[in-house]
């Protein structure tokens, strides 16, 4: 049994061949997705964060909203960048959002990609510290959030309060019992996998990595996860974790999606992004009993736990249901995932 959700970016255009042509329409397309995704059998509803961008950038009232509108699916981000978070407010946003979901909440962090602007995380008020790089900082406020999971107190008490206090250090509220164990972070590389897994958080990788052997994506990803897996036996946390892999997936099943993705097929290609060479994952796009073929040979799809869809959004809820309808009724029974 492989868990199978989706993740959206979240684009909206203003455009008319755009189903999403404002944010509004994105916030209240994405909770309809994410209704419809339980309703026929999706594990997971996921969305990427982007800032200064016609894309989502605040989740967590959409998590919340989400949450009040479903009762199984998980819910989560993949990623939010940490270079922008205060985390200490972040906390008291994803535990309010846990709570309303029942614990269902699972929330991809990370470094994040290359943003609009230069150097974005400035302008929210945050800079590195003497000494550190972006990508330092962004750990840094990961660190802290982690901590802060725990739930300890550690904020000396007003003698004079407005409402009495109980005993002891304070802590921020509200806390969401079980979050920390659903944290992730979303590596680019080898090494920050290794270093997610002795930070005791779940793995998430994307369509792209660093291109560290010259590989394939699929076989530098498993061997990616595998490493993970080592780190994470050795820090023994006492619990089983947790990984996920994004591939772009689109059954050919009738004349629409013959149209929209029958020439969407490509290969592995290398480039650079945000100074770093990286390899690209391809698109795989057949008929069913092809994609079987080809998504059997992945070898990071089968080191996963769990499969994200990247969905088009801006082609609408409708066609998106459909799309991963397709995927988990024609695809997944085939290659053991259900």
């Not at 200064?52 to 950038?57: P, R």
């Not at 309010?96 to 008020?125: C, K, N, T, Y």
Request: proline share 6%.
């Amino acid at each position: 049994m492989k868990r199978i959700g989706f993740l959206s970016f979240g684009h909206w255009t203003d455009s008319p061949h755009s189903a999403t042509r404002s944010a509004r329409d994105v916030l209240q397309q994405s909770i309809d997705l994410a209704v419809a995704a339980e309703q026929i059998g999706a594990d997971g509803a996921y969305f990427r964060v982007h800032h200064f961008a016609n894309q989502l950038a605040s989740p967590f009232p959409l998590l919340a909203a989400i949450g009040a509108r479903t009762s199984r699916i998980e819910i989560g981000t993949g990623v939010i960048d940490m270079r922008y978070e205060n985390p200490h407010y972040m906390l008291e946003t994803a535990g309010a959002a846990d709570l309303i979901s029942g614990g269902r909440l699972q929330l991809g962090i990370s470094r994040g990609s290359p943003e609009q602007v230069i150097e974005g995380w400035r302008h929210f008020g945050y800079a590195p510290a003497e000494g550190e790089t972006d990508a330092d900082m962004g750990r840094r406020h990961a660190e802290t959030f982690l901590q802060l999971l725990e739930g300890k107190g550690f904020a000396q008490p007003n003698p004079r309060p407005m409402f009495p206090n109980p005993p002891g250090l304070l802590r921020l509220e509200p806390h969401a019992p079980g979050l920390r164990e659903r944290i992730w972070w979303g590596s680019a590389s080898n090494a920050t996998a290794v270093w997610a897994a002795t930070m005791g958080m779940n793995l998430q990788s994307s369509t792209l990595k660093a291109n560290e052997t010259n590989e394939p994506l699929h076989v530098q990803q498993a061997r990616q996860m595998r490493l993970y897996r080592e780190a994470w036996a050795k820090a023994d946390h006492g619990r089983e974790p947790r990984v996920s892999v994004l591939r772009s997936i689109f059954p050919l099943v009738n004349d629409m999606d013959h149209a929209y993705f029958g020439r969407s097929k490509s290969t592995d290609q290398v480039g650079f992004i945000d100074n770093m060479e990286a390899v690209f994952g391809r698109t795989y796009a057949a008929v069913p009993e092809v994609l079987v073929e080809e998504l059997a040979a992945d070898e990071a799809i089968a080191e996963a736990d769990t499969l994200l869809l990247a969905v088009p959004n801006q082609l609408g809820v409708d066609y998106n249901v459909h799309l991963i309808e397709s995927i988990l009724t024609q695809v997944a029974p085939a290659l053991g995932w259900r």
